[in-house]
């Protein structure tokens, strides 16, 4: 939450603490179990300082040689038995810690993918992955070794407040006023630090956007030259990111520069006063060694405090980035989505449907048109006109800002989303192929498909005309988004994906635009059989391919101008006449020799 930063620090915590208690909740058993361990640990490293006072006072004073070898017996066996608790410790909570990673990143993922498209058009997808893979990271501290240290170390120093009380209760008060006033200046410490930490995300996340984008756009870049600007950007991005860890650790080193100092000033005033009191023999030599050591057990949680402190602080701060992410409403929990549908007949209508990105930036004004089952209905227009807009809403990315759009008479807005896309297909102008095989982007749309279907579907798309002669044939690794086919081979396994998906409303967005004549002319056997029963939607810019339409709509400006067929829209001498004749004209210039078409 972004006014989470200016909450003080309980305020903060009480906030939290239900995302926090969630995480500690389902491993309860291990950090109780944890808990015991570091209670194990810590007495049993207090035998090694205890023993002093009875080496120096009861051995070596007054010579009782008896007392030696049980001593060093004790001390070894409490020195085995610190060292398995502190092994099995880590064993056990670090391993939790990494589990919880694990899940929170698959968690944060789980809840991303459910996110409504206009979350993805607002946030670069390197950001996102930032906030998948680095955010969660800190919440280690909050289940692992660190919180769990802490408190150990804060059990050991009560257990030695009790010890120092006994051997000399003025050193003792005089040591605890200077630790509490140290502990009060660490809060003000923290309290300034937290912000920081807090920006610290936020920066790395754009840079790791920006980086993201970079690598993904490596043609573009170097088609333009453009490697020292992407350069530029990318050194700003990382001294920003610089300049906030050098802040932190400015900070840091402060605290530690305070502790090192609150050391040697309890040290001399202990030696001040521990010497008098020898001198006035109230103490014993091995009453003031004791002393010493066991007063660095008190004052070590300081120094723990700084340390542990400053992760746990970074962990509150990617836990409420995190939580941020998952308070964002996935597309199912609208309220409204309570009708899951059946198999659907494919109706789809709008009626007065207006629809903006940005208020007071109207997209689409007064929509409404009936496309029937087993129709095609083709949308034309300039670019920027609303087209893809009207395709977003029919694949329920987004929802009118008035109007209705429903299938089959049911309101879109109102439809539990997989019952529904789960019978749409979609062929993009952006074709969108994963990093694996051929084989596997097709399947993609229905992963259960046999092996006979799946074949059906690539002779239908024309994709085995290709295929046949790589080496690996269907099992061709296509690479980062495809780039390892031409455009119109990945545009053809797009469409023997949807192919393979049977919807029974199909969506095609300028699904021939990367492909030549003969491509074309190639798989328009498939796309007919693909559009056949189905209730299809065609964005295209080449109008030859839209003749057969039941319905061509012209858009332009976010409403719909002409409707009609392609030659009853001829004949109306208007909008789509004159978009025709250009690119008839424009088609025939391209095939002409230099200067023929000259005027």
Known sequence: MKTASKRPGPARLRALWPDIWALVKPRRGALGLGLLLIVISRVAGLVLPASTRYLIDDVLGRQQFGMLNPLILAVFAATAVQAAASYSLTQLLSKAAQRLIAEMRAKVQSHIGRLPIAYFDAHKSGELVSRIMTDVEGVRNLVGTGLVELIGGLLTALLSLFILLSISTSMTVVAMAVVLVFTGLLQNFFRKLRPVFRQRGLIQSEVTGRLTESLGGARVIKGYHAEAREEEVFRQGANRLLDNILQSLSGVSLMSLSATLLMGIVGALVMWMGAGQIIDGTLTLGGFVTFTAFLAFLIAPVFQIVNIGTQLTEAIAGLERTREILN????????????????????????NVSFQYEENKPVLQNIGFVSSPGTMTALVGSSGSGKSTIIGLIAAFYVPNEGTVS????????????????????????????????????AFSKPGASEEDLMRAIKIARVDEFCERFPDKYDTIVGERGVKLSGGQRQRVSIARAILADPRILILDEATSSLDSESEALIQEGLNFLMKGRTTFVIAHRLSTIRRADQILVVEAGEIVERGTHSELLATQGRYRELYKKQQGLEKNLFLAPGEGDF
């Open 407 to 442: 299938v089959d008479g049911i309101d879109l807005a109102t439809v539990e989303i997989a019952s529904y896309r789960t019978q749409i297909g979609v062929v993009l102008q952006d074709t969108f192929l994963f990093a694996g095989t051929i084989r596997e982007n097709i």
């Open 328 to 351: 964002e409403p996935r597309e199912q929990d609208d309220p409204r989505r309570q009708v899951t549908l059946g198999p659907i007949r494919g109706e789809i209508r709008f009626d």
